[in-house]
């Protein structure tokens, strides 16, 4: 079993260990969503506060173990499945870290969950910056349109200005931790910019290869 598995099985195990841990001291009610001043405004019941994070662990582990089985360039995702598999963790321990948090919270711990949720949502969209300029042309994987997917040298043009754009949207988010009543400008914006300059970008080099 690779070190990639261990880890992943292993987090998948101990969140489970913890919501049957916790569960008689939990509230009935547990708080599940946060807005943007950082204050509870969503609950669900305890069942689904301590086991929905683990649930989504376990599908996720599935999902990103089958999408490199089942797709039909399979081939070119093992040139940077290290990378891939490295993703799938960052997304996994973000999703822990996320649980954990939330388990605090509700045990008494009050804080401003933005400025607990923005420095990993800026790790994420980094390191998503690290696996796009790193992938090659494949069906699940990347910026996939109808331009990048018929190229090769559409896919990778774009992919590594995709790299860098990412990488800035996440330095951008955790920027936005200085201006917090402004955060939706220093993450919605940027992602949108980023979608829409990258579909053009594919777009255009495709019809200069043609």
Do not use: C
């Not at 499945?81 to 963790?89: A, M, S, V």
């Not at 949502?121 to 910026?143: D, H």
């Not at 990412?166 to 917090?180: A, E, N």
């Amino acid at each position: 079993m690779k070190t990639f598995d261990v880890i992943a099985i292993t987090m998948i195990l101990v969140s489970f260990l913890i919501g049957i841990f916790l569960y008689p001291t939990m509230p009935e009610q547990m708080a599940s969503h946060w807005g943007i001043s950082g204050e509870a405004d969503g609950y669900m019941t305890k069942v689904w506060g301590l086991f929905l994070f683990p649930i989504m662990l376990v599908f996720l582990y599935l999902m990103f173990k089958v999408i490199p089985a089942i797709d039909p360039l399979k081939e070119n995702i093992k040139e940077f499945r290290r990378y891939f598999d490295g993703f799938i963790l960052v997304v996994m321990v973000f999703l822990f870290y996320i649980y954990l948090m939330t388990l605090f919270w509700n045990m008494g711990y009050i804080f401003d969950f933005t400025y607990v949720i923005i420095p990993g949502i800026a790790f994420l969209f980094y390191y998503a910056g690290v696996l796009v300029e790193n992938s090659k042309r494949n069906w699940f994987i990347g910026i996939r349109n109808p331009w990048t997917i018929s190229s090769d040298k559409v896919w990778n043009k774009v992919h590594k200005k995709g790299g860098k754009m990412f990488k800035i949207v996440g330095i951008l988010s955790l920027l936005g931790l200085f201006f917090i009543e402004y955060i939706i400008f220093f993450l919605l914006l940027p992602i949108f910019v980023a979608i829409g300059y990258l579909t053009i970008l594919s777009y255009t080099e495709f019809q200069k290869e043609k």
